[in-house]
């Protein structure tokens, strides 16, 4: 795991008052405190030099355009991932996935201010090689992640590991980092734990599902041929509202005499995960959605939680 310690992290991101700052640096540190108080398109540059009392032309001299301030803001960032990525490539399977969501969260909680300008702003880093790079930082990301030869459901779920340690930065600014670094791999490691491959739909008539294994129940029968009473038999509270690939509702009935099962079983949610979000996570959801950024899917992931309760937050009055 890498923790960034170089003097563009001191600087930028934690913002720290440095007597040897040269002018470079206060125009950038004045830059992206007028960018996270008034956005990068309504701040100009003779903003920034009054705020500093130096001339449109004496920030024209370190910056030729506007948008050199914002790709120099963000390089920091992308220069600790790719290290991160670089060191995560010569390791094995399973360390590499970890070192990159544990490096991620590291390097993306030390640029918190700088994410978040590029959260709101990232249709402007388009134009350039910024962008490129983000998206190939975030393509290496994946692929590690998922592993050598992963199939789409890895590929899928590598990515939405990545924005479950991506994220929840934005959203939860007030949350400290260490208590926020704990709840994203949490939900990381909930997210890539081992479970069975979810089918559309119960088992076929005459038919029993094979027992399986998850991490947090041991083995057990998801569909018997006879009546069965555990918890997943009644109302599950996540499938309350909306639909749910993870928590279907259904009821298992007795046997025919020809030994075929005439209702579909109910499955069990998924072990683990939270029935419900709070406060904070309420509003972060509802934001994310009316953003129109993250679907159900990617907030839910984020969250870590299942779909239906993501729904049942988001359409409660």
């Not at 008052?17 to 540059?45: K, V």
């Not at 050199?68 to 790719?82: I, N, S, T």
């Not at 491959?197 to 018997?224: I, V």
């Amino acid at each position: 795991m890498i923790v960034p310690t170089g003097q563009d992290v001191a600087r930028l991101a934690g913002m720290t008052a440095d007597p040897a700052d040269d002018t470079r640096t206060r125009i950038l540190r004045a830059a992206l405190d007028l960018f996270a108080e008034h956005g990068y398109q309504r701040t100009s540059l003779r903003q920034i030099g009054e705020r500093l009392r130096l001339t449109k032309t004496a920030i024209l001299y370190h910056f030729p355009a506007k948008e050199h301030l914002l790709a120099a803001l963000v390089e920091p960032l992308l220069a600790d991932l790719e290290t991160l990525l670089d060191a995560a490539q010569t390791q094995p399977t399973e360390q590499a996935r970890w070192t990159v969501l544990e490096g991620w969260v590291d390097v993306i909680l030390a640029h918190r201010r700088p994410l978040g300008m590029l959260y709101h702003d990232i249709a402007l880093v388009g134009r350039g090689d910024t962008y490129h790079r983000l998206m190939e930082v975030a393509m290496r990301a994946n692929d590690l992640i998922a592993g050598p030869n992963a199939g789409r459901r890895e590929r899928v779920l590598a990515v939405q590991a990545v924005g479950a340690c991506s994220d929840p930065v934005v959203f939860f600014t007030d949350v400290p980092d260490e208590v926020l670094r704990a709840d994203m791999l949490d939900g990381a490691r909930r997210l890539l734990a081992p479970h069975p491959a979810d089918t559309a739909a119960g088992p076929p008539a005459g038919s029993a599902a094979g027992s399986r294994t998850d991490a947090a129940a041991g083995p057990h029968t998801d569909a018997e041929a006879g009546p069965r009473t555990d918890a997943a038999a009644g109302p599950d509270a996540d499938a309350a509202a909306g639909p749910d690939a993870d928590a279907t509702l259904g009821s298992a009935t007795p046997a025919t005499p020809a030994g075929a099962a005439s209702g579909a079983a109910s499955r069990r949610r998924r072990p683990g995960r939270p029935a419900a979000l709070g406060r904070e996570q309420v509003e972060a959801a509802r934001r994310m959605h009316a953003a129109g950024t993250h679907s159900v899917d990617a907030i839910a992931a984020a969250l870590g939680v299942s779909r239906a309760t993501v729904y049942r937050h988001l359409t409660a009055p």
